[in-house]
């Protein structure tokens, strides 16, 4: 068994908030997301949890895989951090 981390879909949405008429309220709502998401994530894997990486954006929707490949890393990148705290 495997969390799926689909935070993608909230970035994406930040990207192109423009677009889809998410107002300053909505980004700050969808930068909790994130930040809840990603938190959630680095407990999962202080807790041994497998995590895998997936998406359900819409192919409109879908981001390029360098994008899919960006969160991954900076999710990798932010539990390395996480780790080093005391």
Same mark, same amino acid.
Not at 19 to 27: A, I, K, R, T
Not at 36 to 52: D, M, T
């Given at each position: 068994m495997f969390l799926i981390a689909n935070l993608v879909t909230y970035y994406e949405m930040r990207k192109r908030a423009a677009?889809? $008429?998410?107002? %300053?309220?909505?980004?700050a709502k969808n930068d909790l997301v994130i930040d809840? $998401?990603?938190? %959630?994530?680095?407990?999962?894997?202080?807790?041994?949890?497998?995590?895998?990486y997936g998406t359900d954006l819409l192919v409109s929707c879908r981001p390029s895989s360098r994008a899919s490949s960006s969160s991954a890393r900076r999710f990798r990148s932010r539990s390395r951090s996480s780790a080093r705290r005391p």
């Open positions: 677009e889809f $008429g998410m107002s %300053s309220d909505m980004l809840g $998401g990603l938190r %959630s994530l680095e407990i999962c894997k202080r807790a041994g949890v497998p995590v895998a």
